[in-house]
Nanobody
Framework: VQLQASGGGLVQAGGSLRLSCTASGRTFSSYAMGWFRQAPGKEREFVAAISAGGGSTTYGDSVKGRFTISRDNAKHTVFLQMDSLKPEDTAIYYC??????????????WGQGTLVTVSS
């Protein structure tokens, strides 16, 4: 599985962005998908994940109520809608694929990352 993340950019605090991650291959619908982020000088952290069928989602505490993960299996794409953005959301955002829904970093496949910068 190859993953390509996009949609990052510069946004003011309080604004919104939607990230997309498109997967190659015909087995996308078999994988849970996750989003992670890594801010400068910090460890990579879990943001959100969605089950293979889309029926279950889970979020990191810092983004609950502001971010929404969704997927379109027909288009092999997972989305991360980010609202009410804060400067501390500034990071490189990575998408990842795994056989099971998980909040750990032990995902099987990773994309290259897309940079999100939130200005104050």
């Amino acid at each position: 599985v190859q993953l390509q993340a996009s949609g990052g950019g510069l946004v003011q605090a309080g604004g919104s962005l939607r990230l997309s991650c498109t997967a190659s291959g015909r087995t996308f619908s078999s994988y849970a998908m996750g989003w992670f982020r890594q801010a400068p000088g910090k460890e990579r952290e879990f943001v959100a994940a969605i089950s293979a069928g889309g029926g279950s989602t889970t979020y990191g505490d810092s983004v609950k109520g502001r971010f929404t993960i969704s997927r379109d299996n027909a288009k092999h794409t997972v989305f991360l809608q980010m609202d009410s953005l804060k400067p501390e959301d500034t990071a490189i955002y990575y998408c990842a694929a795994n056989r099971v829904l998980a909040m750990t970093q032990r995902y099987d496949y990773w994309g290259q990352g897309t940079l999100v910068t939130v200005s104050s």
